[in-house]
């Protein structure tokens, strides 16, 4: 019998530079901090630098806090810049790690829908333009809720179709899940030494909707949390799927979620993903969308003219 997964198989990463969004709170904190555990250089991307750089006091360890907003691209395309301010030139490890949950149906400063803005098109954008920059590996954070998603190619704003919060949470999601498909897809095809992996946390007790657009309702989110104390990861479980594909010798491209019944808790493990997440002509039309909205290209990593 294989012992359990545990961060300890990070070993000594004290020459390694990572890049984790969303890291002042809940997975994206817990990552950082087992990651500067390790000895890694973490770079803390984060909207609230104040936030930030408490935090960064509070998990020690060697630490960067650069301000990036994914909702808003301007602060996407400045973020390379604070890089070279920090003296960072090459990342080891990219880790898209932020995500939203909005609690009314918003836009970006851009126009973009703000779930799939932040979930999808930032991460996105932010990948393309530090592409060249990373040496090893871009981990993105998917959802199980993606399999229970309608992909809506001819409206991904939802401007006309109906918007609900989970709709739209897990219709970004299953972007996010179907551009990583094509990430690896043309990584392996440029024969490029970058790896990228797919992760899943689990059900994680966090506090994503507060951060995301405001509070639950009262009672409906005191139940929430209730059940989420019991059933749910903590944030450092959370974490594990994320840290698990840093460690672990799997294929490039895999998909790591939970081990748990119905995916919502216990330790990391490859799993299996949606048929229409494993659609190829899918993802092409996906990240066409993105390469559109963004200005940039998954291929050449550069904004464009």
Not at 35 to 43: C, D, E, I, N
Not at 121 to 137: C, E, H, I, K, M
Not at 160 to 179: D, E, F, I, N, P
Not at 191 to 203: A, C, D, F, M, N
Request: neutral net charge; aromatic residues 4%.
């Amino acid at each position: 019998m294989t012992s359990p997964w545990t961060p300890a198989r990070l070993g000594d990463l004290s020459d390694l530079t990572v890049i984790v969004t969303g890291a002042t709170n809940g997975v994206g904190l817990a990552t950082a901090a087992a990651l500067t555990r390790a000895g890694a250089h973490v770079v803390m991307a984060v909207r609230n630098t104040e936030l930030g750089a408490q935090r960064a006091a509070e998990i020690g360890g060697h630490t960067t806090v650069a301000r990036l907003d994914l909702a808003d691209l301007s602060s996407v395309r400045a973020f390379p810049g604070l890089l070279d301010e920090h003296g960072i030139d090459g990342v080891d490890i990219l880790i898209n790690n932020a995500g939203a949950l909005t609690q009314h149906r918003v836009d970006t400063v851009d126009g973009f829908e703000a779930t799939i803005g932040t979930n999808l098109l930032g991460p996105f954008a932010l990948t393309n333009l530090l592409l060249d920059r990373v040496r090893s590996q871009i981990i993105n954070v998917g959802s199980q809720a993606h399999a229970s998603a309608t992909l809506r190619l001819d409206d991904m704003h939802l401007r006309t179709h109906k918007w609900t919060v989970m709709g739209a949470y897990a219709r970004s999601k299953l972007a996010v899940m179907l551009w990583g498909l094509e990430l690896d897809r043309r990584l392996r095809a440029d024969r490029s030494p970058v790896i990228s992996h797919l992760t899943h946390p689990g059900w994680v007790d966090s506090n994503l909707p507060n951060v995301s657009g405001g509070q639950l309702l009262g009672l409906v989110q005191r139940g929430v949390k209730l059940v989420a104390s019991v059933a749910a990861n903590d944030a450092a479980a959370g974490a594990a799927t994320t840290l698990y594909c840093i460690t672990e010798p799997i294929p490039p491209g895999s998909y790591v979620g939970v081990q748990g019944r119905f995916g919502l808790r216990g330790g990391p493990v490859l799993i299996g993903r949606s048929a229409l997440a494993c659609d190829y002509a899918t993802a092409a039309r996906v990240v066409q969308f993105a390469e559109q909205e963004t200005g940039t290209t998954l291929s050449a990593g550069r904004l464009q003219a």
